[in-house]
């Protein structure tokens, strides 16, 4: 990174929750420091992936992620913003002993299967696996580590766990988290903690007995973790939310920048290209108005960086167009009455199952405070993912109809439930989860330190690069202030 001299201008391109949460942390230095913030954002909201929606009768429906792990330093990050912007008071909140973060569920061989819980399980015939996982975690004490830099998240667990944990469990798991195959993402990127292990300590068990995923949880500085933290460890969350739904943080956080005088946000303003004056000056293009600014931060997916960057930098570009994204279909359903029984999370589907959904969320077993009707059943189908083209030819070709049909047929078959939504919501996200293919953080690194090299004052965050979750963008957001703050 460049060095940020005093009475510094920063541009930020994209206001989903990673530019926000720059801007917000750059909004805390001094006047000294940064005198000016400009945040791009094309579209007329911010937020990014981040959606509510609430219908007629107030219930609330999320058409992006809508909970958020509380566990890790990154965690404790979004719940210090969470703080910063006076949302305290609006959190809502499930703990680890409730059904839903208790019970998950699976899709395979025709039926739903609860996935493992509790120590007595390993112990167990659990299907869809054939046998007990026990045996299968002792003898993981005894594979060796991988000679190779990265490998795909299926190959490694395949390696580690055996065959049926990768094709049932892993699987679907990928699917979850990412909407990609796990045959084709990256270990090191994906999952770097659990990779991190088998490199130091060679066995992810032996680890696990001996308490590093605990200490690893914890935080460095005990004193600086916020008040929401510590009641998020006191009352055992296992994921918490918003009463207004997730996007109230993105809104609130607008709000903030928007009484600091130094912060201008310009929405429905596309940035068309950006180009390295010199070693201390980058200029933006959008709106067919140019700035100049000390540093930039982008935000936006990889593949729409490499189309803004000057053509006289075409490997940068290339690598970072590496860097696909994938297309998910998300469809909210509501049922007027509780027709099925289950308590649990909800379910996700191995891709051996061909199925044309990656999963289904039980929105009646999570957040209560987000539905106005106490004896409705609500759901969210997620579809395509890695799979998408396979399911549905073209994502630009494809009729809502075709996507919504899938879903119903879906939750039909699955959940055996016959009867007619009484309200459907359908949101198409186009490249909005990037995939961290094999060699991922290779590429990144190597991008990285080509701009380090060159000394161009840009800086790279959001979900390209570091991970995918509310909380890995938010924290990438603190960092980057917090290094223009040293610098």
Excluded at 84 to 110: E, M, T
Excluded at 327 to 337: F, P
């Amino acid at each position: 990174m460049s060095v940020i001299t005093v009475m510094a201008s920063v541009g930020i391109i994209g206001g989903g929750i990673s530019g926000l949460s720059a801007a917000h942390y750059l909004s805390k230095l001094s006047a000294t420091k940064v005198k000016k913030i400009i945040l791009y954002e094309a579209s007329d909201r911010l937020g990014g992936w981040i959606q509510t929606s609430q219908g007629d009768d107030g219930s609330l429906f999320e058409s992006g992620p809508r909970s958020v792990r509380p566990i890790g330093a990154a965690a404790q990050t979004t719940l210090s913003l969470v703080e910063d912007v006076g949302l305290s008071d609006q959190v809502i909140s499930i703990p680890r002993s409730h059904s839903a973060a208790k019970n998950r569920l699976i899709y395979a061989n025709g039926q739903l299967h609860f996935l493992p819980n509790q120590l007595a399980d390993l112990f167990k015939v659990k299907a869809p696996l054939t046998s007990r996982l026990f045996p299968r975690l002792l003898a993981e004490v005894f594979v060796g580590k991988s000679g190779e830099e990265d490998e795909s998240v299926d190959s490694f667990f395949r390696r580690r766990l055996g065959d049926e944990v990768a094709d049932y469990y892993v699987n679907s798991m990928c699917h979850g988290i990412f909407a990609g195959d796990s045959r084709k993402l990256s270990i090191r990127s994906c999952f770097k903690d659990i990779w991190s292990l088998e490199q130091r300590h060679g066995s992810l068990v032996g680890a696990a007995v001996s308490g590093i995923f605990s200490r690893a949880e914890s935080p460095k500085n005990a004193q600086s973790v916020c008040a929401l933290a510590k009641r998020a460890k006191s009352e055992n969350w296992a994921v918490w939310s918003l009463k207004k739904g997730l996007e109230d943080l993105p809104r609130a956080i607008e709000q903030s920048l928007l009484r600091d005088d130094r912060i201008e946000i310009r929405k429905g303003t596309s940035v068309s290209a950006i180009s390295f004056v010199n070693q201390s000056s980058v200029q933006v293009t959008a709106g067919g108005k140019s700035d100049d600014f000390r540093h930039v931060i982008s935000s936006v997916y990889a593949g729409t960086l490499a189309q803004l960057l000057p053509t006289t930098i075409p490997l940068i570009s290339a690598v970072l167009r590496k860097i696909l994204a994938v297309n998910v279909a998300v469809i909210n359903v509501e049922y007027d009455r509780l027709i099925f029984p289950l308590s649990a999370f909800g379910y996700l589907v191995p891709s051996s199952e061909n199925s044309k959904i990656l999963g289904v969320i039980f929105d009646s077993c999570l957040f209560n405070e987000h539905s106005q009707k106490r004896n409705s059943t609500r759901l969210t189908c997620m579809l395509g993912g890695a799979y998408f083209e396979k399911h549905f030819g073209k994502v630009n070709s494809i009729e809502d109809g075709a996507l919504i049909a899938a879903a119903l047929d879906s939750i039909s078959e699955h959940l055996k439930i016959q009867q007619k939504p009484t309200r459907i919501k359908m949101t198409l996200h186009k490249n909005c989860i990037p995939q961290y293919h094999v060699g991922h953080q290779a590429d990144v690194a190597a991008v990285r330190k080509s701009i380090a090299e060159q000394n161009w004052p840009l800086s790279l965050i959001g979900s390209s690069y570091d991970g995918v979750s509310i909380n890995d963008c938010v924290h990438g957001g603190k960092m980057v202030a917090d290094k223009i703050k040293n610098d």
